[in-house]
């Protein structure tokens, strides 16, 4: 489980660094030209667009991926999974044998 979060956790930050990059450059444009200037207000709004827009696109893909963990860990613990793991702590007694027509 904790492997499963850090990889979704992953993905997404580099899904929102992958959006968010060529926003961080026009940020950086008036910095790295002059040193006395700062980033216009122009570019500081558009970041905080391209923020949303990424975090209202890449949410839901996290909600989702939480929700085949949960569903996932659901279907280990019920036993639902075709391949089930056997529990070496409980004996499983054979089934009784089916009683003899007597007609």
């Known amino acids: 489980m904790l492997v499963t979060t850090i990889v979704v956790a992953a ?37 905080g667009i391209f923020w949303v827009i990424g975090a209202v696109l890449i949410t839901p893909l996290q909600y989702l991926a ?22 070496p702590g409980i004996a499983v007694a054979p089934a009784p044998a089916a009683m003899p027509n007597m007609d």
Request: aromatic residues 10%.
């Open 11 to 47: 993905i997404s930050g580099m899904m929102m660094l992958m959006f968010l990059l060529p926003m961080f450059a026009l940020l950086l444009r008036p910095v790295l030209t002059d040193a006395s200037s700062a980033p216009p207000v122009f570019a500081w709004v558009l970041v």
């Open 66 to 87: 939480w929700t085949l963990v949960y569903l996932d860990l659901r279907a280990r613990n019920d036993g639902l999974t075709t391949d089930p793991v056997p529990n």
